[in-house]
């Protein structure tokens, strides 16, 4: 296995050296599995693989690949980095779509170069996800449940796209999207993790709902913090989904609040001002839209624990405990 | 198993009858995997799936797992649907990077809907071949032998994009070029094929090899038809890789031949007028450039089937043979 080139691990995990060791080797497997032979386009795709983010769905694999009896590091250590694999493609193809021109404070693939080149790198990282498992992963079902969740962020995607002069306006439909975007793959995650480690169908389903909800709270907050943070902090500008017409849920509650308002705001054709902006935060203040939302978050921890207290006991279910209630407070 | 929606076999078919069939079989595969929710985008896609392509791929995986001694017809089957699936998301994320507005006489999907909803349908697709083959496919290195494929065709076209300001402009960078590209899933198509058969390894081998020469010379006279065909029958319009500035054989060919006269043309700025293209036309006629390409087809069709003529007897060997060669003599 080749050394990590470049590595830094996300500073979340500062205080779980553990962890932070796993997922210095989980982007060795990913980056063993770049065989790209000009060297230039190698390390292109090396820079977008070690590009500075949480790794939090290989970390929550790696976790639950502890709930069972069975313990094979090598193996959960290629899952995990399996699911980040194919996370970094779905944010590079993602980014295109959006015309993003910079992710995690760094310019995006398709504003470095093309958005050919960054079409070509997402899919050439949905097959290297696919490399990983084929080598690692313990059975075909295994790859079935990648295979299958991966269809289903997708068909939501396509279904999203295709009634998108409709942007989802009520907390319902805003929760069904963020269940299939980022719920999915963090329940994948989990569930992938328990059933590596041998955990019984009980287990891995507790797996799966608490990955479920850590997801659901996870893009709530993300949500939350587009209307709190700072364009350093985030590392991408502040109000971008309100600016883009996509209704998060703080702008939903907003919208509920005072349709008239908000929905005057949104309609114009030309793109928000400043003063627009600035205007839309105050309906966001008058419906109490980020207090709401946080509540919202809060309660899918809540239920995320409470899957996890009832897994088998171990020093990974303290970690689960506050690495989850981290996530919640989080503000970057 | 439901059924098929619309599903037409390319007429390429109509003297087998029995691969006809068959190839409708893998449609039902296929069109049983679009598992999506929304009927107008599950109807979208249907009709990408039915879009009337040779089905190549899927017929020589099933001729060639007709060459071991085990036959399991379903297996077969959901093998080809795979590999014709990788192939159609392939082709749609092909469409958005080339921008072209038409692919077999059809609308494509970018140009129907936009680049968005195509790379989400690529993607789409991509998971679903992935799917097809974890269910069917009879062991984890199947599936490593698709991911890997599939991974060095991208790395291929990546490496290609990042130095699209020197195209190739020898034969044997167009070789290499079409090698990673088309032939690459030829093969492996003959590959699969024989594994699930379970041909002996040099059985195995030879079908790589069959498959390899095939898609070289599939490639190839893909390219020729570019400056012979018309409009109509290529569902394409002719001398459009020479418009877009791709440097296919018959140009390369003319390029070697009057340097100087060529590069002057295809240097200008703007886009090629009629009378510009049917200069290049009189450049490659003096170079005999379709007959050089031509005879260079030739050669890899016998290629292929001296590979062939090593394979065990069989029906299956036959129709393998006829239809090589009518591969190479076609006119769409």
């Not at 396509?158 to 929760?175: A, G, T």
Request: aromatic share 6%; with cysteine.
């Amino acid at each position: 296995m080749k050394e990590g080139i470049n590595m830094k691990i996300h500073p979340i995990w500062n205080d779980y050296p553990e962890i932070n060791n796993q997922l210095l080797k989980v982007d060795q497997v990913i980056q063993s599995h770049i065989r790209i032979k000009d060297k230039k386009v190698r390390a292109i795709i090396n820079d977008v693989v070690d590009s500075g983010g949480k790794l939090l769905r290989p970390a929550y694999a790696l976790l639950c690949s502890q709930i069972g009896p069975e313990q094979d590091e090598d193996k959960a250590l290629a899952i995990a980095a399996a699911l980040e694999t194919l996370h970094i493609a779905t944010l590079i193809h993602d980014d295109v779509i959006d015309q993003a021109d910079r992710r995690r404070g760094k310019a995006t693939l398709n504003n470095l170069f093309d958005n050919k080149f960054a079409i070509y790198a997402g899919d050439y990282l949905f097959s290297v996800c696919f490399s990983i498992l084929s080598e690692y992963a313990s059975s075909l079902s295994h790859i079935a449940y990648h295979s299958r969740s991966m269809e289903k962020i997708l068909s939501g995607e396509l279904e999203q796209l295709h009634s998108r002069f409709q942007p989802p306006k009520s907390v319902k439909n805003y929760l069904s999207r963020i269940s299939g975007k980022t719920a999915q793959l963090f329940a994948l995650s989990c569930y992938v993790g328990a059933v590596e480690s041998k955990a019984s169908k009980q287990e891995r389903r507790r797996a799966w709902n608490m990955g479920h909800y850590i997801g659901m709270a996870y893009q709530i907050t993300d949500d939350i913090l587009d209307y709190q943070g700072d364009d350093e902090k985030m590392g991408k500008p502040v109000m971008m989904d309100a600016e883009q017409g996509i209704y998060t849920l703080p702008l939903i509650y907003a919208m509920q609040h005072d349709p008239e308002r908000v929905s005057a705001i949104l309609n114009q054709k030309q793109e928000l001002s400043s003063h627009e902006l600035d205007q839309l935060m105050v309906c966001i203040e008058n419906a109490q839209g980020i207090e709401q939302a946080q509540s919202l978050a809060h309660r899918y921890t809540n239920k995320a624990l409470q899957q996890l207290a009832k897994l088998p006991d171990g020093d990974y279910k303290n970690t689960l405990h506050q690495l989850t209630n981290q996530l919640l407070k989080r503000t970057t």
